[in-house]
């Protein structure tokens, strides 16, 4: 599409490339503004790339291509499109624009967000412009590093006399553990065990993050609480002092921005902890504002009568279905949502923990309400500060219906990208669960995972997809070096998707240097600084590099942060696909073991002769196209420059 930003009632121009010998008399654009089905015209536009279409469906590889554009309007803050395509015996069609004169009807196929279609489909893959305000435009090209403060570094000033023992300044619900101890798996008590991070050791560790290539610090909760994890907070009116207080924000974000990075909070608008001061006050008095603040229900699972998120009794739900609730939360000024965002705030964009369940309680669904208002309270605080914060959402499964882009400027996206990555990459012999999954998590080949991740892509639009989260795990899930069976091959192959796909990658502290972990408690392990330099395992330089590496050539290449995707090739232990932009085009084929060769026709892939390695082994060229051999884990990226013809 010429434009990724268009504005209510613009007109946009779309393309569609179609292979010449498919024999395409003529295409339409269907769209439904009002609700209403309408058909444009497309026309032929002389045969070159577009790498700004940013449909996502598998290539076939075409001996020669032909372009069809139309031109839509934005008649609607979201307008669903896809292309019809008439193939008709009559070439008298072609001058009718795809409908035979002879009376006799055109074979037809549709084109959406999935592929090809032979039969009539839903509006649910449909392509789609959106035309509400604009992500920021430092996201897109970012890489994300998610932190957890207690587990990251300490800073010299809470330091023991006895290096890496345990603090002695810690609250008395805290377990205090010296920086090298185990990690405590209990339910009951790995909540309560405090390693003593900070966020002073936050920033006086800033030159890692730089060094790796990142350049947004996402922080896990900073808000005092009564657990390590600090999703029960009992403030949100100050940073725990545990941290270093709301001073030691201040200044991470200063030493942040002073190096080019931002600074990521995680607010839980779902709940917050039974000993939250609006909790507290709830409880004091149920008649006063406060009790209204939080969700009640004769069947509520506390004694109290108060529901709690997922029955756990600490976590009381919030009842946004409430307005002077949502005041608090993110209307006014002083609101939560509006107070931390910007600089000298604390920080410049916000990840929205259990979103998927926030104003949602049987009966009462307000979810898609509270999203548009969190998004504009973001918006109106950019406007008066000077700043573009970031919005994404936890959500773990189909999030097609909270993030069509008025709310979430983007989702984590687990279930388009991290659960079929696991499934495609796992270990034979290690079959981890996935975020509550009763079923252990399968071992599929390239063409299902291809499949799955392009059906997820297509029920948002693109502006979501590439402003959403992509990741390998998180601090809730197992670590990818446990999930590949500690192979470093393996995890190169993993972080090559992590950085070639569309969306914004997020690297959990600690996955770039190999840190192991069956699950997310067991996989939140104190940062082993004392390791780096030294022989010593749990440090691995290799990956470190090889981590390095693949975020430099993330954030320096167009196509790789903000192309368009086109799938080439997949195979049980292979995936080709192309990323493309104005810019240049890189061509990404990751195996997970050894393969036949892969060979692709040159006529596809115009100008791929005059390109070199990015990363990993060259494509072998010969008189009749480009092969792809490898004889193992492979990650390969062969970058050109063909020529790319403006938007007319």
């Known amino acids: 599409m010429s434009t990724q930003t268009p504005s209510l009632g613009e007109v946009v121009q779309v393309r569609l490339r179609v292979p010449a010998r498919s024999a395409v008399d003529g295409v339409h654009v269907r769209t439904s503004p009002d609700g209403e089905q309408e058909f444009v015209a497309a026309y032929r536009v002389p045969s070159?790339?577009?790498?700004?279409?940013?449909?996502?469906?598998?290539?076939?590889?075409?001996?020669?291509?032909?372009?069809?554009?139309?031109?839509?309007?934005?008649?609607?803050?979201?307008?669903?499109?896809?292309?019809?395509?008439?193939?008709?015996?009559?070439?008298?069609?072609?001058?009718?624009?795809?409908?035979?004169?002879?009376?006799?009807?055109?074979?037809?196929?549709?084109?959406?967000?999935?592929?090809?279609?032979?039969?009539?489909?839903?509006?649910?893959?449909?392509?789609?412009?959106?035309?509400?305000?604009?992500?920021?435009?430092?996201?897109?090209?970012?890489?994300?590093?998610?932190?957890?403060?207690?587990?990251?570094?300490?800073?010299?000033?809470?330091?023991?006399?006895?290096?890496?023992?345990?603090?002695?300044?810690?609250?008395?619900?805290?377990?205090?553990?010296?920086?090298?101890?185990?990690?405590?798996?209990?339910?009951?008590?790995?909540?309560?065990?405090?390693?003593?991070?900070?966020?002073?050791?936050?920033?006086?560790?800033?030159?890692?993050?730089?060094?790796?290539?990142?350049?947004?610090?996402?922080?896990?909760?900073?808000?005092?609480?009564?657990?390590?994890?600090?999703?029960?907070?009992?403030?949100?009116?100050?940073?725990?002092?545990?941290?270093?207080?709301?001073?030691?924000?201040?200044?991470?974000?200063?030493?942040?921005?002073?190096?080019?990075?931002?600074?990521?909070?995680?607010?839980?608008?779902?709940?917050?902890g039974e000993e939250h001061e609006w909790f507290g006050a709830a409880l004091a008095d149920p008649s006063a504002d406060q009790g209204g603040w939080f969700v009640r229900h004769e069947e509520a699972d506390r004694d109290d009568g108060y529901v709690s998120w997922l029955a756990v009794g600490s976590l009381p739900k919030l009842d946004h279905s409430n307005l002077d609730l949502r005041a608090a939360m993110f209307d006014r000024d002083d609101s939560v949502i509006r107070r931390w965002l910007g600089p000298e705030?604390?920080?410049?964009?916000?990840?929205?923990?259990?979103?998927?369940?926030?104003?949602?309680?049987?009966?009462?669904?307000?979810?898609?309400?509270?999203?548009?208002?969190?998004?504009?309270?973001?918006?109106?605080?950019?406007?008066?500060?000077?700043?573009?914060?970031?919005?994404?959402?936890?959500?773990?499964?189909?999030?097609?219906?909270?993030?069509?882009?008025?709310?979430?400027?983007?989702?984590?996206?687990?279930?388009?990208f991290t659960r079929p990555i696991w499934t495609w990459l796992r270990d034979e012999a290690f079959s981890p669960t996935f975020l509550g999954s009763p079923v252990r998590v399968p071992r599929l080949g390239g063409d299902l995972v291809a499949e799955t991740m392009q059906e997820f892509t297509a029920i948002v639009p693109w502006r979501t997809v590439v402003h959403s989260f992509t990741l390998l795990g998180s601090h809730d899930t197992t670590r990818v070096r446990t999930l590949v069976g500690d192979d470093p091959e393996m995890v190169a192959v993993a972080a090559g998707l992590l950085f070639t796909m569309p969306g914004i990658p997020m690297v959990t502290y600690g996955d770039e240097i190999g840190m192991p972990g069956d699950f997310g408690e067991d996989g939140r392990r104190p940062m082993p600084w004392s390791s780096r330099g030294r022989d010593d395992s749990r440090w691995d330089e290799a990956t470190l590099h090889a981590y390095r590496v693949l975020v430099a050539a993330r954030r320096s290449t167009p196509a790789l942060h903000s192309g368009g995707l086109r799938w080439l090739h997949t195979e049980d232990d292979a995936l080709v696909f192309l990323r493309e932009h104005p810019d240049g085009s890189v061509l990404v084929h990751l195996a997970r073991a050894a393969h036949e060769p892969i060979h692709l026709p040159i006529p596809s892939l115009p100008g791929i002769d005059q390109g070199s390695a990015v990363f990993g082994p060259a494509v072998e060229f010969t008189l009749k196209g480009v092969t792809l051999a490898t004889e193992g884990p492979t990650v390969r990226m062969w970058c050109w420059e063909p020529p790319v013809p403006t938007w007319a």
């Open 48 to 272: 070159a790339s577009d790498p700004q279409d940013m449909g996502s469906h598998h290539g076939d590889g075409s001996d020669a291509d032909q372009w069809w554009q139309a031109e839509l309007r934005c008649h609607n803050p979201v307008t669903n499109y896809r292309f019809l395509l008439g193939r008709s015996s009559s070439r008298e069609a072609e001058s009718e624009g795809g409908v035979a004169t002879d009376g006799e009807p055109s074979a037809y196929q549709w084109v959406n967000g999935t592929g090809v279609h032979d039969r009539d489909v839903p509006d649910a893959a449909d392509f789609r412009l959106v035309t509400f305000t604009a992500p920021p435009a430092w996201a897109a090209g970012s890489v994300v590093y998610q932190v957890f403060p207690d587990r990251f570094a300490r800073d010299a000033s809470v330091e023991p006399e006895v290096e890496g023992a345990p603090r002695t300044d810690l609250p008395a619900w805290a377990g205090a553990a010296g920086w090298d101890e185990t990690v405590d798996l209990a339910a009951q008590s790995g909540p309560q065990q405090v390693f003593g991070g900070t966020l002073r050791g936050v920033t006086e560790h800033l030159d890692h993050v730089e060094d790796l290539g990142a350049n947004v610090v996402y922080l896990t909760p900073f808000f005092p609480a009564r657990s390590n994890h600090r999703y029960d907070a009992v403030s949100f009116d100050e940073v725990d002092p545990v941290l270093g207080g709301t001073p030691a924000l201040l200044d991470l974000q200063r030493a942040a921005h002073a190096r080019g990075l931002m600074v990521m909070g995680d607010i839980t608008t779902n709940h917050t």
């Open 345 to 416: 705030r604390g920080i410049d964009a916000w990840r929205v923990d259990v979103a998927n369940m926030t104003g949602r309680y049987r009966d009462v669904d307000v979810a898609h309400d509270v999203a548009r208002q969190v998004r504009r309270a973001v918006d109106e605080v950019g406007q008066q500060r000077g700043c573009e914060a970031l919005l994404i959402a936890e959500h773990t499964h189909d999030h097609s219906a909270d993030a069509v882009g008025d709310g979430w400027h983007g989702v984590m996206n687990y279930s388009g």
